[in-house]
């Protein structure tokens, strides 16, 4: 009985894991044809609206996958992969993926990586550590003045540093900060927030000997630290 709960439990994740993988190229595809459309060409209102909902609800579907995707990889994963890798290609990479979020909050982006230009770690983690930093940021942003991001390393004698920057709403770290990094932990009333990014950052960058910290203030923004271990 146990043996059979046992595969069947293997089976529905392996299930769930091919499933949302598959989902991710024509999602992507989606995204990058919506990307395309001009809004300038656009006359009728309604249709102008409906194309913006359905940009919401797409990218909003897309972060869903990629949150799960995260999960599944992190829970099952045994051999992770450490390699050289170039922070400004992956956050390259990253940042062309979600070109039209970044857009559509007119964020300013500005990246620094001559303290430090490459890590050694798994190429799929570090692509979703910079992915789930980026769109918290855009995510928290504040209404009142233009998004600034500014991403930057710093070399010590142990970690490779890097610090994630943003002018957002802020954290109350009075409040949260002892469950900032925790399951489902919202601290914020957003409808599409789920609780999953920061405790997936966290899981990943410490499965391979790193830590993060937060610095914040409400309504200054937030940095994250992220140590990624030298050894």
């Known amino acids: 009985m146990i043996r059979e709960l046992t595969d069947s439990n293997t089976d529905l994740k392996q299930f769930t894991f091919i499933t949302s993988h598959n ?3 024509p999602l992507s595809n989606l995204i990058g044809i919506l990307d395309l459309v001009e809004p300038e060409s656009i006359r009728d209102e309604m249709t102008l609206e409906l194309l913006e909902k359905f940009k919401e609800s797409t990218l909003l579907l897309n972060q869903t996958i990629n ?3 995260d999960v ?3 829970k099952n994963r045994v051999n992770l992969e450490k390699k050289p890798l170039s922070l400004k290609a992956e956050f390259d990479k990253v940042k062309s993926s979600i070109g039209y979020q970044i857009r559509e909050a007119n964020a300013s982006l500005q990246t620094d990586f001559s ?3 490459e890590v ?3 190429s799929s983690y570090l692509e979703s550590i910079l992915l789930n930093l980026l769109t918290n940021a855009i995510k928290y942003r504040s209404l009142s003045r233009p998004l600034e991001i500014q991403v930057f390393t710093i070399d010590t004698p142990n970690y490779v540093e890097l610090h994630f920057t943003d002018n957002g709403i802020g954290i109350d770290l009075k409040r949260h900060r002892s469950k900032i990094f925790g399951l489902y932990q919202r601290f914020h009333d957003y409808p599409d927030s789920k609780g999953l990014g920061l405790y997936i950052v966290s899981s990943q960058i410490r499965a391979l ?3 993060i910290d937060v610095q914040s203030e409400v309504d200054k923004g937030t940095t994250f630290i992220v140590y990624f271990a030298k050894s």
């Open 23 to 25: 989902l991710r190229a």
């Open 67 to 69: 949150d799960l995707l």
């Open 72 to 74: 599944l990889v992190m």
């Open 115 to 117: 303290g430090v230009g």
């Open 120 to 122: 050694s770690f798994d």
């Open 209 to 211: 000997g790193g830590k």
